[in-house]
C-alpha cells in the first residue's frame, strides 16, 4: 500500500491493494473525474507535486511518464511511499 496527501489540506489517505486512487477518495467525498478507469483516455490526469508514480496507464508518453509531475489516478499506483497530489 501507500499514501496519498492532498496539497490543499495537508490530509492523508492510505490506498490498500486492490482499491484505486480514484476509489479511495471517491470514499471521502473527493470525486476525481473518470472515463475509462482503465488508464486509456486520460480523463483523470491529475498534477504529482511529491512523490513517484508507478504508472499503470497507457496514455501518457514515456517523457510524460519520466516527469513524474502527473499521472492516473483511475489506474497508476505510487513507487514512493508517499505521493503528493495537486487536490
Ligand atoms: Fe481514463 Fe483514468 S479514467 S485514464
Known amino acids: 500500500s501507500f499514501e496519498i496527501k492532498l ?3 495537508g ?3 492510505r490506498i490498500p491493494a486492490g482499491k ?3 476509489e479511495v477518495l471517491a470514499e471521502h467525498d473527493i470525486e476525481i473525474p473518470t472515463s475509462c478507469e ?3 483516455c486520460g480523463t483523470c490526469i491529475t498534477r504529482v507535486i511529491e512523490g ?3 504508472h499503470r496507464d497507457v496514455y501518457l508518453t514515456d517523457d510524460e511518464r ?3 509531475d502527473q ?3 483511475c489506474c497508476s ?3 514512493s511511499a508517499t505521493l503528493v497530489l495537486d487536490l
Do not use: I, K, M
Open 7 to 9: 496539497a490543499s489540506s
Open 11 to 13: 490530509t492523508t489517505y
Open 20 to 22: 484505486t486512487v480514484v
Open 38 to 40: 482503465q488508464g486509456v
Open 52 to 54: 513517484t508514480p508507478d
Open 66 to 68: 519520466a516527469r513524474n
Open 71 to 73: 499521472f492516473t489516478p
Open 77 to 79: 499506483r505510487a513507487r
